[in-house]
């Protein structure tokens, strides 16, 4: 079992920075999966970032064309710990924020992630 705890979310003017944390614990290996997706009201919930290790000191990673040049996403294994940088946000950005773990390979879907948490709120006014 994964256990998933988000922090860092809170209300910022639009432009300004947060810094999401998922801190994981349980049985997280190295080579999962690390994600972080949102949800806004009324909509489904959408892939944001996604980190993996790749071997050595390579990551790789990915982030959403919506995120993209704004958000960045890091982890640092020693910590089990998951972190999404967010800079220049948008009203557009308000949203749940959920860190996900997959067991496997890189992937951009809900479905395809097993373990999730709670969600942290980030709120952008403008």
């Known amino acids: 079992q994964v256990q998933l705890v988000e922090s860092g979310g809170g209300l910022v003017q639009a432009g300004g920075s947060l810094r999401l944390s998922c801190a994981a614990s349980?049985?997280?290996?190295?080579?999962?999966?690390m994600g972080w997706f949102r949800q806004a009201p009324g909509k489904e919930r959408e892939f944001v970032a996604t980190t993996r290790w790749s071997g050595g000191s390579v990551y790789y990673t990915d982030v959403a064309d919506s995120v993209k040049g704004r958000f960045t996403i890091s982890r640092d294994d020693a910590k089990n710990t998951v972190y999404l940088q967010m800079n220049k946000l948008k009203p557009e950005d308000t949203a749940v924020y959920y860190c996900a773990v997959r067991r496997s390979d890189y992937a951009s879907g809900v479905g395809d992630y097993e373990y999730w948490g709670q969600g942290t709120q980030v709120t952008v006014s403008s």
């Open positions: 349980g049985r997280i290996f190295r080579g999962y999966t």
